[in-house]
Each structure stands twice: as structure tokens, then as C-alpha cells.
């Protein structure tokens, strides 16, 4: 019983703890946003010279210059949803001090740039992956065998199912110990029964033989008297 609502304890205080990744935070963010900007085909260079601003070459936009952070921004994934293995959003803001203002409104820009500001954290790999990354685990989520209801269901309620499951097993056992301690009882008391009719019992054997010792006692003694009359007699 200790054990079984030790257990529960526990569980529940896991369940109402409030969720977080260790690994999903701003350093993280930073250190894998650096490293997926560098795999990145059209990335020539990505050098740090000092916190948060780099020397940055790019092939695609094309750019060469100055890369300044001015913000990174760790969130909860709520839209994303626990059945997707996803907990954190990440977005790291830049500026390019060296491109012309006119081009930091064209299309070519902003279509280069959402591949290069949002990270998603992983907490089936325990780390942050790109975008790209991020739609393709979700398309294959929709397109496995499961069916993304059962898989998003058994995710979402999965451990309250465990729980109510523990719950009905502990009483189950709960309500077993407790027949038998009650069949224990029962036969402790039976047994309480028998043994006091049998002192009972006992005690009525004991006073017959009482009796019967009373009654040899008398028959003794008038034996005795008859005797001492009949050696009277013969003296006279």
C-alpha cells in the first residue's frame, strides 16, 4: 500500500510539474542556428567576431558584410501540438548592416530569409532542426500507417490512461487484501468459538468429576462407619 501511493505521488507530481527542456533554451538556439546558417549551400562564410556579430558571405542573396543578432526568442510550441514530438519554437532576429535598404524589402530577401530565422526543438532528438526538417517529420506523421487521431490520442491522454489504469489496479489489490484480511478475521473468530466451547466444555467435565469425586467420598465414609460397626459387634 506505501509503495502503490508512494508511486502515485510521484506520478502526479511529474504530471503537474510544469514542462520544460533543458536543452531548449537561448544558448542552444544560438549554437544550432550558427551551425545550420553554415550548412547552408549558399553560405560561403560564417565567422563570429564577437557576441553575436559575424563576418558573413552568402552566395544566394548575394551578400558580404556585417551579420548582427538582435534577438533570440525561445517559446513553447502550443500550436504545434504534444502528439508532434515538438516543445520549443526558436527564432533568432538579424541584420544585415552592409545590404542596401531597397533590397531589405524585396521578395528574394524575405523568401531567403525564412529559412534562416526559425528552428524547431526536437524533443525526440533532443535537439533543434530547421524548417525543412520540421514540415517533413509532420508530413510523414500524416502519412505513416497510424492514424494521426489514434497516434495524437494516445500521446495527449496516454499517461492519464496509465494513471487511471494504476488507480483501478491499486484498488483491485487494495479491495483483494482487504477480502482476505476480512476471511482471516473470520476464521480467527471461528477458531475464537470453538476454543471457547472447549473450555467450556471443559469446565462442565470438570465439575462432574467434582461430583463424582464428592460422591466416592460420602460412599467412603459410610463404608467405613458400616465397618467400624461390625467390628463393635464382634468385640461385644
Do not use: C
Not at 510521484?10 to 542552444?28: E, W
Not at 550548412?39 to 559575424?54: K, Q
Not at 523568401?111 to 524548417?131: A, F, I, K, N, P
Request: hydrophobic share 45%.
Amino acid at each position: 500500500m506505501r509503495t502503490a501511493a508512494a508511486l502515485l505521488i510521484v506520478l502526479l507530481t511529474a504530471l503537474l510539474a510544469p514542462a520544460a527542456s533543458a536543452d531548449a533554451n537561448r544558448d542552444s538556439l544560438i549554437e544550432a542556428w550558427e551551425a545550420h546558417v553554415a550548412s547552408l549551400p549558399g553560405t560561403a562564410r560564417l565567422e563570429a567576431v564577437g557576441d553575436g556579430v559575424y563576418e558573413f558571405e552568402d552566395t544566394d542573396l548575394p551578400y558580404k558584410g556585417k551579420l548582427t543578432i538582435v534577438g533570440a526568442l525561445v517559446r513553447p510550441a502550443e500550436s504545434a501540438g504534444p502528439e508532434t514530438g515538438y516543445s520549443h519554437l526558436g527564432m533568432v532576429d538579424f541584420t544585415l548592416a552592409d545590404m542596401p535598404t531597397e533590397r531589405l524589402s524585396s521578395q528574394v530577401y524575405y523568401y531567403w530569409l525564412t529559412d534562416r530565422q526559425t528552428l524547431h526543438y526536437s524533443e525526440v532528438e533532443q535537439r533543434w532542426v530547421d524548417t525543412a526538417t520540421f514540415q517533413d517529420s509532420i508530413r510523414t506523421m500524416y502519412d505513416s500507417d497510424i492514424p494521426f487521431s489514434v497516434l495524437s490520442f494516445v500521446l495527449s491522454y496516454g499517461f492519464w490512461i496509465f494513471l487511471i489504469a494504476l488507480l483501478v489496479f491499486t484498488f483491485v489489490v487494495v479491495g483483494r487484501q482487504t477480502r482476505k484480511a476480512t476471511s482471516l478475521m473470520d476464521d480467527s473468530a471461528a477458531i475464537n468459538d470453538k476454543a471457547r466451547e472447549n473450555i467450556d466444555r471443559a469446565e462442565e467435565l470438570q465439575d462432574e468429576l467434582l461430583a463424582i469425586a464428592r460422591e466416592t467420598r460420602d460412599l467412603q465414609s459410610e463404608s467405613n462407619a458400616l465397618l467400624k460397626q461390625m467390628l463393635d459387634a464382634i468385640k461385644k
